[in-house]
């Protein structure tokens, strides 16, 4: 089976652009979390997302925002992008039927530099 | 608020030594999950293992094992007889249940380096 997969790989952008990521679950997974790590950094939690609806928002600016689709699939917009947007965003997927015991399996990343 | 800290920023070891990976984490909650992962130098995140508060059992799993204490929220990660594929970056993680969320709280990762 597919793991989560994730695009682009790399992606270079300019300031004040807009960017979206895209990411597709494991099958049979319906819930999607995003992710922000920046380099030398733990990942931090940006959203979750469940049965297309948003189930948690972590600590980062109304510039980001994400939606889930019908299939599960998600993406990840960052608009007005800034330099300190540079990081790796990591995608993962999880069957949430056990609840806070799920283990979130994670994509291989989009590198995003923001020059 | 949860946090997670992974005190050792980097590790180096010779190919065959034992590495074990500290990690004390902070919740208020009565009930959470403890994990750990691996980033290899892809940037992957690859589940190693997850922990019930609930169940404070250490195990072993082939090379890997853990060492969950509660009393002082420490739960520690050792790699026996470490291969040069082992190393990556180790990231210690939280998950609390008290919001429907389910996000991971994550400590800044141990850089674990085996030398041949």
């Known amino acids: 089976d597919a793991g989560v997969t994730q695009s682009p790989t790399h992606l270079i952008k300019t300031r004040g652009q807009h960017v979206t990521l895209r990411c597709s679950p494991i099958?049979?997974?319906?819930?999607v979390s995003w992710y922000q790590q920046v380099l030398g950094q733990g990942p931090q939690f940006i959203f979750q997302?469940?049965?297309?609806?948003?189930?948690g928002r972590g600590n980062f600016p109304d510039r980001f925002s994400a939606r889930q689709f019908p299939n599960y699939s998600s993406e990840l917009n960052v608009n007005a992008l800034l330099l300190g947007d540079s990081a790796l965003y990591l995608c993962?997927?999880?069957?949430?039927?056990?609840?806070?015991?799920?283990?979130?399996?994670f994509g291989p990343g989009t590198r995003l530099t923001v020059l | 608020a949860q946090k997670v800290t992974q005190a050792q920023t980097e590790i180096s070891v010779v190919e065959k030594e034992d590495v074990t990976l500290d990690c004390v984490y902070e919740?208020?909650?009565?009930?959470?999950?403890l994990f750990w992962y691996k980033q290899p130098p892809s940037g992957e995140l690859v589940f190693l293992i997850r922990?019930?508060?609930?169940?404070?059992q250490n195990e072993i799993s082939g090379r890997y094992s853990w060492n969950f204490q509660k009393s002082t929220s420490s739960f520690n990660f050792t790699i026996t007889a470490s291969q040069v594929v082992d190393s990556a970056v180790y990231f210690c993680?939280?998950?609390?249940?008290?919001?429907?969320?389910?996000?991971?709280?994550f400590g800044a990762g141990t850089t674990v380096t085996v030398r041949a």
């Open positions: 922990r019930n508060s609930f169940d404070e």
């Open positions: 993962a997927s999880s069957d949430t039927t056990s609840g806070g015991a799920v283990s979130e399996f």
């Open positions: 993680a939280l998950r609390g249940s008290w919001s429907n969320d389910y996000k991971l709280s």
């Open positions: 099958s049979g997974h319906k819930s």
């Open positions: 919740t208020r909650d009565t009930t959470y999950y």
């Open positions: 997302y469940y049965e297309k609806e948003e189930r």
